[in-house]
């Protein structure tokens, strides 16, 4: 497939299925998440314990993908993505019992990071797959203008629920989207075999983590899209106790900016520019969050908001270099380190600037986790500045 537009996706054959299973299960995370956060805050009135309920899962994203993520590449992705997302309605669906202990509601976060560590690398390899790699970024574009929508319409729709009922319905019903996307993906794509040869086990995946981490280059764009991207997710989750009855528009309007930003970056601009854009894209991700120092009201809060979104455009640049410095074979196991990493530094921010937020205040700790990101964005690009050309790609890995 070359040349490409949004039409001409839908007409790869599994593009459509896989693309409507992503859709229902980014529904179901996100109004499963903000019914978790309200319910954890609710209970115990803590910003740490409320920013981790909804970003913890990601803080077992690095446990994954150093045990797990070999098998991204050596399971039949059908099968792997059916039983993954039903684990994530078995879990959700504990996570609405009624009576279930605060310690109790981290397990089954820590358990669902795990799972998510797979999932990342098993359906964005698939993607990678169907498509041909030049169609790749218009393709994982497309996806990500879901993520945005089916955000906007979970948190606008989870706020609303959550207010009029509880959390608890809200759970039962991200239980339901995520059975719906398992269906989905069951009945919708074709039995393909595993990309890589050999049993998924932990010395495959520290050997292929090895080999992706040895490239300068890619170590690079590794750290790009993982720290400035986590900073900022630490400042989102900071949305629920900064302003409590106001969240959901705040997530709603963050979740508008990453519309537009990729509608921008894999639609509107030029191939040949996209490579200069990541460090600009960067510091446009963090720079509105450090005005909070000022406490803007909810409406002024949620334009910086979706402003700020417009940067997470940045991830398909980034992910565009990163697929062309990556041999085939490892394009599942790169693109779940990608995803394994950039979630763990989610989860670990989410906890550190709910942490600061007890010592200080929210809008204290978002404005040094947004002065953070944009020191890091500024040493990173410095780095690559002395990188100069990129090295091979290097060796399979068997």
Not at 23 to 44: E, M, N, Q, S
Not at 94 to 107: D, I, K, M, S
Request: charged fraction near 10%; glycine fraction near 10%; hydrophobic fraction near 50%.
């Amino acid at each position: 497939m070359t040349g490409h537009t949004y039409r001409q996706l839908f007409r790869v054959p599994e593009f459509t299925p896989l693309f409507l299973s992503a859709a229902a299960h980014t529904a179901a995370g996100t109004v499963a998440g903000l019914a978790l956060g309200t319910l954890v805050y609710r209970a115990t009135g803590s910003p740490l314990l409320s920013a981790v309920s909804m970003f913890g899962p990601s803080l077992a994203q690095v446990l994954g993908a150093t045990f797990f993520l070999s098998g991204a590449d050596r399971l039949p992705p059908r099968s792997a993505l059916t039983g993954l997302l039903l684990a994530f309605a078995a879990a959700t669906a504990v996570l609405a019992l009624p009576g279930l202990p605060v310690w109790g509601v981290f397990a089954v976060v820590l358990l669902q990071g795990l799972v998510a560590s797979l999932g990342g690398g098993v359906r964005w390899g698939l993607l990678n797959e169907i498509l041909t790699k030049d169609g790749y970024l218009p393709g994982r574009s497309l996806f990500n203008m879901v993520n945005g929508l089916m955000q906007i319409v979970g948190f606008a729709t989870g706020g609303a629920l959550v207010t009029t009922l509880s959390p608890r319905p809200v759970l039962l019903l991200a239980t339901a989207l995520y059975a719906v996307a398992a269906a989905v993906t069951r009945l919708g794509l074709t039995a393909r075999p595993p990309r890589a040869s050999g049993r998924p086990s932990f010395a495959a995946t520290r050997r292929s983590n090895a080999v992706l981490w040895s490239l300068r280059p890619r170590r690079l764009t590794y750290l790009g899209l993982w720290i400035p991207n986590g900073l900022v997710v630490g400042c989102e989750a900071l949305y629920v106790p900064y302003a409590p009855d106001a969240a959901g528009l705040l997530f709603a309007c963050g979740a508008l900016g990453m519309l537009v930003g990729d509608v921008t970056v894999g639609r509107l601009v030029p191939a040949s520019l996209r490579p200069r854009l990541a460090t600009p894209l960067l510091l446009l991700l963090a720079t509105p969050y450090a005005f909070f120092v000022l406490r803007p009201a909810p409406a002024t809060a949620a334009v910086c908001a979706a402003l700020a979104s417009v940067g997470f455009g940045a991830g398909l640049v980034q992910q565009e270099r990163l697929m062309a410095l990556t041999p085939p074979e490892l394009s599942g196991h790169a693109l779940g380190l990608h995803s394994a990493g950039m979630l763990t530094m989610q989860g670990v921010s989410a906890a550190l600037a709910g942490g600061l937020a007890q010592l200080a205040s929210p809008a204290t700790a978002m404005t040094v986790m947004a002065v953070t990101s944009i020191v890091v964005t500024l040493a990173l690009w410095a780095q690559r500045e002395d990188a100069g050309r990129p090295e091979p790609v290097g060796p399979p890995v068997r």
